[in-house]
């Protein structure tokens, strides 16, 4: 495993929490030696960041940019030259915590403050009346432009901005910072081209382009020969993914050649596109051992009249005759989802739906959201808005559904025995933790000391809703 990180592992098996937030970065030794420009000496950075994984590993790489101009990372905000907060917007409650972020930082007059991310893309100049203490607003398709745009702000710049969507090109770094050692995220698609109504991802992402298949691979090898064994591809759609190069590979022969990059024992992928779901896939994971046996396919809704009003371009039916080809598989392949309730119309029957989804398909882990209306997406003008206090009854009730079918699912393995990837460890309770290649998550007790990063054999002795509880079985 990775072994040289200013994060240490240390600092994620302590006593205490990780005292590093998803924001701040690790120098791997694919990357350490390759900060050659001094532009930003002796000024340090802090990246706070929002939202999904693809904004954690954009920020890996924004991160890469600032180190390759000599820029060093700042144990904490308050310390930081350069602060940037890398936002999301799916959500209004993401939105406002990062306009109380910044409201908090008014008056500062020594620090250089930028707003990257869906945010960036959405607010656009809006974020400079707002917060006029705010010198970089730069949305991620234009990341490509990040280094212009620091030199500019280097040079004096008081406003710069970065929001154009009419890129055909994806965010490719020469160093990332990476700061999970234990799984190593490597996007291969950004943006969208599916049109859903209350999402905000093509106005906030851009139009969908997929990055070189040498491209992925080469950098697929670099996280080996730096020793990583977990590989996660992301996407927004990532089974959309369509190789630009003369290669020309589909998405399921790009996994198969990252599974079989020498030293990566796991490769992940997230999020599918119903739509762009194919048999192939359960037949490359069938197939691959190195393709983890676990698929995050977002249905949003059990109603296909709710479907047809988010323009998810698939129906209920159509969807389950995708899980039907991942339940006929050889290898057990474990079934996550998003679920939204409270969608503008969603009747209680439309609701009914969705709950007898869970059913029907036994999902291992669901996450669901109530409704939120977002700016520029058409469902925010749509009629029949449902009341807040409907939508949380709706959620509480879908949550406890799913929590029963997880409990049942869970307590169907207790006895079994899963290889599991050691990722931390807990002092207070005198158990480590990691995941099946399956994305379960164990929690377990060993009396070995040592275990962050290994792969270990782990029999199951009692299941929760959320995670298995069990002891290591070492190897004889
Ligand atoms: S597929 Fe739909 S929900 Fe997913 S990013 Fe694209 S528009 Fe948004």
């Known amino acids: 495993m990775p072994k040289t990180f200013d994060i240490g592992i240390d ?19 694919e990357n350490a030696s390759a900060a050659d420009s001094v532009a930003g000496a002796g000024k340090s950075f802090f990246i706070e960041t929002f939202g999904c994984q693809m904004n954690v590993h954009d920020s890996e790489k924004v991160a890469g940019v600032l180190l390759a101009r ?14 940037l907060y890398n936002t999301c917007s799916i959500r209004e409650k993401a939105a406002q ?40 607003v730069c949305g991620s398709a234009s990341y490509r432009k990040l280094p212009e ?6 040079a004096g710049g008081r406003r710069v901005m970065g929001l154009d969507l009419e890129v055909d090109e994806t965010f490719e770094t020469e160093i990332t910072r990476r700061d999970n050692p234990i799984r190593a995220y490597i996007t291969i698609i950004e943006g969208c081209d599916y049109a859903c109504s209350y999402c905000v991802v093509p106005h906030t992402r851009g139009p969908e382009r997929s990055r070189a298949s040498d491209s992925v691979l080469s950098e697929a090898r670099r996280l080996a020969d730096a020793g990583y064994t977990e590989i996660q591809l992301l996407g927004q759609t990532v089974n959309s993914y369509r190789d630009p190069s003369p290669r020309k590979l589909g ?49 949003q809704s059990g109603s296909t009249r709710v479907l047809r009003e988010m323009r998810r371009t698939y129906t209920r039916e159509q969807y389950l005759e995708k899980i039907s080809w991942i339940r006929s598989a050889r290898r ?18 439309d609701f009914e739906e969705s709950v007898t989804l869970l059913e029907s398909v036994g999902y291992d882990g669901v996450y669901a959201f109530v409704y939120s209306p977002r700016p520029n997406t058409t469902a925010a003008a749509m009629p029949d808005a449902i009341p807040e206090a409907e939508k949380s009854r709706r959620l509480a009730i879908l949550q406890e559904r799913q929590r029963q079918i997880q409990l049942a699912r869970n307590e169907r393995l207790v006895g079994e025995t ?24 164990i929690n377990f ?11 270990v054999q782990v029999r199951v002795t009692r299941a929760a809703p959320h995670s298995l509880i069990g002891e290591h079985m070492p190897q004889a």
């Open 97 to 136: 915590k990062v306009f109380s972020r910044l409201g908090e930082l008014r008056g500062e007059r020594r620090k250089i403050i930028g707003v990257l991310g869906c945010l960036a893309q959405q607010e656009g100049e809006e974020i400079f009346e707002r917060a006029p203490w705010v010198s970089l």
């Open 251 to 299: 998405f399921v022969e790009l996994l198969r050649e990252v599974a079989s990059v020498a030293g990566i024992r796991r490769v992940r992928f997230t999020t599918s596109h119903p739509n762009d779901f194919h048999r192939d896939i359960v037949d490359a994971i069938d197939s691959t051992p190195a393709l983890c046996d676990h698929i995050h396919l977002p249905v």
């Open 70 to 83: 000599g820029y060093r990372p700042a144990s904490n905000a308050a310390h930081a030259d350069l602060m």
């Open 332 to 349: 057990p392949i474990s079934v996550t989802s998003d679920v939204i309730v409270g969608f503008p119309g969603e009747t209680e029957q």
């Open 445 to 455: 007790t060993s009396s070995h000391e040592s275990l962050l990063g290994e792969y």
């Open 149 to 154: 745009l620091i030199t500019q702000l280097e």
């Open 418 to 441: 899963f290889e599991v990837l050691v990722d931390g460890h807990n002092a207070a309770r005198a158990q480590w933790t990691g995941r099946s290649t399956s994305n379960r998550v």
């Open 11 to 29: 600092a994620l098996a302590g006593a205490s929490e990780p005292s590093v937030p998803a924001a701040t970065f690790a120098a791997t030794p």
